[in-house]
């Protein structure tokens, strides 16, 4: 079964609102997640680095003010995407590393954002 | 059960040499997706091949080709002359369904070292 869970798998939102998906490791404690979006041509983009406990880590060109992530606990990493734009529909999909493990991560089944 | 199965964590391979990354995978759907994504140090997920469960040939895209066996569920990717650029992590991934918009399953990956 999966061991990263990520919720919604789709939703759709009006221009301007604020949307949230969350990423949560479900047999293990994650103390590092990692946030993708997935541009034309199926790559997946790094956004950003998320520390459990501290300020997640942004890859160049991506807007901490409008991509919120906060890994409150061991578990749960959230990313919310504020004032949303039609140009910010994607796909987005979080994936967690396993402690000790240096080659084993886990994606989550992703999250189709919709903006209209 | 897991969707998608890469039972290799690292492989070495030889530069010039032809590698093979294995990838099963589980689905009940007639209709699904196999894709391969490159992972480098940067973190960014870089799509390599694509494999639509009704297509008949192996999918090729320059020195990757999906060696695809459907009635064994698997889809491992070969890698022929390897380069020292193709040291990576690689991910197996598989979307059920003809919708875009489906969720993807993706495999725990594994860590390939080109020795010169």
């Known amino acids: 079964g999966a061991v990263v869970s990520q919720h919604p798998s789709r939703v759709i939102c009006k221009s301007g609102t604020s949307v949230k998906i969350e990423c949560r490791s479900l047999?293990?404690?994650?103390?590092?997640m990692f946030w993708y979006r997935q541009f034309p041509k199926q790559s997946l983009m790094l956004m950003a680095t998320?520390?459990?406990?501290?300020?997640?880590?942004?890859e160049q060109g991506v807007e901490k003010d409008k991509f919120l992530i906060n890994h409150a606990s061991l578990t749960l990493s959230t990313l919310t995407v504020t004032s949303a734009h039609p140009e910010d529909s994607s796909f987005y999909i979080c994936?967690?590393?396993?402690?000790?493990?240096?080659?084993?991560?886990?994606f989550g089944e992703g999250s189709w954002l919709t903006v209209v | 059960a897991q969707k998608i199965t890469q039972t290799q964590p690292g492989m070495f391979v030889q530069e010039k040499e032809a590698v093979t990354l294995d990838c099963t995978y589980d689905t009940s759907d007639q209709s699904y997706g196999l894709f391969w994504y490159k992972q480098p140090s940067s973190g960014e997920m870089i799509f390599l091949i694509y494999q639509g469960s009704y297509d008949e040939q192996n999918a090729t895209e320059g020195r990757y080709s999906l060696n695809f066996q459907k009635a064994r569920k698997s889809a491992n990717l070969v890698i022929s002359a390897s380069q020292l650029g193709d040291s990576a992590m690689y991910f197996c991934?598989?979307?059920?369904?003809?919708?875009?918009?489906?969720?993807?399953?993706f495999g725990t990956g594994t860590s390939l070292t080109v020795i010169p």
């Open positions: 998320s520390n459990e406990g501290s300020k997640a880590t942004y």
């Open positions: 994936s967690a590393k396993i402690p000790g493990r240096r080659n084993t991560i886990y």
């Open positions: 991934a598989m979307r059920e369904g003809r919708n875009t918009g489906n969720q993807f399953y």
């Open positions: 047999d293990f404690q994650a103390t590092t």
